[in-house]
């Protein structure tokens, strides 16, 4: 059986106010929010908090897909991720070209690999991960900090 090349990924939601997106994917549901101080009701992540987990989660699957592929132990991993936005765009104060100015993403391992496999591994994410891709694309620069547990 040949697999497809290209899918549909579906999102629905319902919208009660301004703030509060009530999103279904698939079988999931959760709440794209704003902050109580923004006139939301802080029952989620704000849209562009979301986009920022989605590196995150991104870069684990992706990550841990590479390192099988590659024969490379990272064990488990523990993120964070801090982001320079702009917020011009979304006070529609100016419009903003790259709003996501800049992202540094640490990544801690608990697995055996070396430094020289984790730069591989880089390496190998960079190809792969589409969240990682739209935000280089669109002109975000990413800066990656991958060490382990024990350094």
Not at 78 to 106: H, Y
Not at 116 to 129: F, G, H, P, R, V
């Amino acid at each position: 059986m040949k697999m497809k090349t290209t899918v549909k990924l579906r999102a629905a939601a319902q919208c009660p106010s301004h703030a509060l997106s009530n999103i279904k994917i698939r079988d999931v549901e959760f709440a794209i929010d704003e902050p109580v101080e923004r006139g939301g009701t802080n029952l989620g992540p704000t849209p562009t908090d979301a986009v920022l987990a989605a590196l995150v989660g991104c870069t684990n699957v992706i990550g841990h897909k590479c390192a099988e592929k590659l024969g490379i132990d990272i064990g488990h991993l523990e993120m964070s991720a801090v982001c320079e936005f702009d917020r011009r765009g979304v006070t529609l104060s100016d419009e903003v070209e790259v709003p996501f100015q800049k992202i540094v993403l640490n990544v801690v391992i608990d697995g055996s690999a070396s430094d020289a496999e984790l730069q591989t591994l880089k390496d190998e994410i960079a190809k792969y991960c589409p969240v990682s891709k739209l935000f280089k694309n669109s002109g975000t620069i990413i800066e990656e900090n991958w060490e382990t547990a024990s350094k």
